[in-house]
């Protein structure tokens, strides 16, 4: 092993390019195949993500809080990782790999047990990864470019988990899809584990009872504004992410081979975009930076509702990407500040409970993302792929833009409240 190689921010990104992998499949193409593809309801696919809502509630705290408390020769995060990677492979090829000729209620029923089962072991993952950023990253430097070359990675997986899997599931259908990427999963996670050593001062250091550990992150401010606003732009990247498939079908009317096209233009153009955000944080308080992607995230997504064929509808991909690229790399730069003025004011560290709260906060954009989904589906009358009703094009075009660009408000809108307090003692 090369010693450079430990803790250095290429090997962390690793992890993130091992789940957003199968992630971006996920929340790509679930939609996509159980409502358009096997006839699962609208109504029915929002209320499986209300079910799992409550459900995560209360595990994703919880995983968080028992994490900080881990305490083993092999650190705190690693053991966690190290035991949900074989569930996390079984629970996402169970997502699409649903019996044949099964009810629509049946249906439901896999799909709810799937998704409750998949999110739990990748919420265990999140967490535990999401935890060693700050601990492993001191000062605005090294966390600005650790989170941009993290951000490349994940570009690169977003490219695969997106542009790939149409062709794939075209190819082999959506199971074997599936044992495709859980395996490339496993090997990505592995190798970045084999590179990451945990600090034995965090592993070791006093520990908050349950109640004082949430109590101090709940009077946390800051801590909650910048999650309420990262939630509505995260439930942004779901949608573009989700509905690209039915705006190809529906709005730009091109076939569904195309799809990879559509969706390579939108992540090609955000990695030279990174590299971009990456300079412009360097040169501003990244408060100010996260509040700038939210606005050029905001504006970029106006051009996705003139889209009318494959040509219109990259350019309108490229655009949105610059937007998507700055959101991407701002937001572990600021939770990091608020996890490092936390341990200022305790003298504890919390990453994980931080992380948790702050993934369950931001991991609910998926039930926003849902019921926007539900609510304009029944206004211009789609149901499903069995029957789209009489307008699925303007279902679409405000699913993927107008929607988009409120949610989008009202993050800036919470972006204005924000105000982190900061000494000058971390290492830059």
């Known amino acids: 092993m090369k010693k450079n190689l430990v803790n250095s921010p290429v090997m962390y990104a690793f992890g993130m390019l091992a789940m957003m992998i199968p992630s971006q499949a996920f929340s790509s193409f679930y939609s996509y195949y159980y409502v358009d593809k096997l006839g699962l ?70 799909f709810l047990i799937a998704l409750i089962l998949y999110e739990a072991v990748a919420t265990v993952i999140w967490v535990n990864y999401g935890a060693l950023f700050p601990e492993l990253f001191k000062g605005d430097k090294i966390r600005a470019k650790a989170s941009a070359i993290q951000q490349g990675f994940q570009i690169v997986a977003l490219l695969i988990g997106t ?167 701002t937001p572990p730069i600021v939770n990091s500040l608020i996890i490092d003025m936390d341990f200022d004011k305790t003298g504890q560290r919390r990453e994980g409970v931080y992380t948790a709260v702050s993934g369950f906060i931001t991991r609910s954009s998926g039930l926003i993302s849902a019921l926007a989904f539900l609510v304009v589906g029944l206004i211009f009358g789609y149901e499903s792929g069995e029957n789209p009703g009489p307008d699925p094009e303007s279902t679409f075009r405000y699913l993927i833009s107008i929607v988009p660009f409120g949610l989008l408000l009202i993050s800036i809108f919470i972006t204005l409240f924000v105000k982190i307090e900061r000494k000058p003692t971390h290492v830059e």
């Open 41 to 110: 309801g609208i109504g029915l696919a929002t209320l499986a993500r209300t079910i799992f809502m409550i459900w995560d509630a209360v595990n994703q705290p919880l995983f968080g809080y028992w994490s900080d408390r881990t305490n083993t020769k092999y650190g705190r995060r690693r053991p966690w990782i190290f035991g949900a990677i074989p569930l996390f492979m079984l629970t996402f090829i169970m997502i699409f790999s649903p019996p044949k000729d099964i009810s629509e209620m049946g249906l439901f029923t896999w």
């Open 163 to 329: 542009a790939l899997t149409p062709i794939l599931f075209t190819a082999m259908g959506f199971s074997k899809m599936s044992i495709v990427y859980a395996f490339v999963f496993a090997m990505f996670m592995l190798f970045f584990l084999l590179y990451v050593k945990e600090n034995e001062n965090a592993v070791n250091s006093p520990k908050l009872s349950l109640k004082e550990s949430f109590g101090e992150t709940l009077k946390n401010k800051p801590f909650w504004l910048v999650n309420m606003a990262n939630s509505f732009a995260q439930t942004v990247n779901g949608l573009l992410s989700s509905m690209i498939p039915f705006y190809a079908k529906y709005v730009l009317n091109i076939p569904e081979a195309q799809n990879a096209v559509l969706l390579a233009s939108v992540f090609i153009s955000i990695i030279p975009l990174v590299a971009v955000w990456f300079w412009l944080i360097r040169k501003m308080d990244p408060v100010k930076g996260w509040r700038l992607s939210m606005i050029a995230y905001a504006i970029s997504v106006l051009p996705l509702w003139f889209g009318s064929d494959l040509i219109s509808g990259i350019i309108a991909g490229v655009l949105v990407g610059f937007g998507m690229a700055g959101f991407l790399v």
